[in-house]
């Protein structure tokens, strides 16, 4: 199975940076999509970005150009880096990853998250 764990939130002030890690381990062969969520402050969970093995980078139209999903596979770690951050950003983010079973199972894993705030 694999397990998620998210780090790099914290408070920043609008304009400001940040950028996200997201330790990958377990069956990490078995792993069809990565991708980070936010969820906003009594708001539903929203995609920021994802990744499909062996396609493009999926983004939010609302941070295209100013976020980026990348990973390193060595390391097997994700990242998001998040420049000009809004204070409507501020949210927990979630490390998300499908993870492929048994004939055509699929499951959602979610890390524990980490929260970002954004200050005006």
């Known amino acids: 199975q694999v397990q998620l764990v998210e780090s790099g939130g914290g408070l920043v002030q609008a304009g400001e940076s940040l950028k996200l890690s997201c330790v990958v381990s377990?069956?990490?062969?078995?792993?069809?999509?990565m991708g980070w969520y936010r969820q906003p402050p009594g708001k539903q969970r929203e995609l920021v970005a994802s990744?499909?093995?062996?396609?493009?980078?999926n983004y939010a139209e609302v941070v295209k150009g100013r976020f980026t999903f990348s990973r390193d596979n060595a390391k097997n770690t994700v990242y998001l880096q998040m420049n000009t951050l809004r204070p409507e950003e501020t949210g927990v983010y979630y490390c998300?990853?499908?993870?492929?079973?048994?004939?055509?199972?699929?499951?959602?894993?979610w890390g524990k998250g980490t929260e970002v705030t954004v200050s005006s």
């Open positions: 998300h990853a499908i993870e492929l079973s048994v004939g055509d199972a699929q499951y959602n894993v």
């Open positions: 377990g069956d990490t062969f078995n792993i069809a999509s």
């Open positions: 990744q499909s093995r062996g396609a493009d980078i």
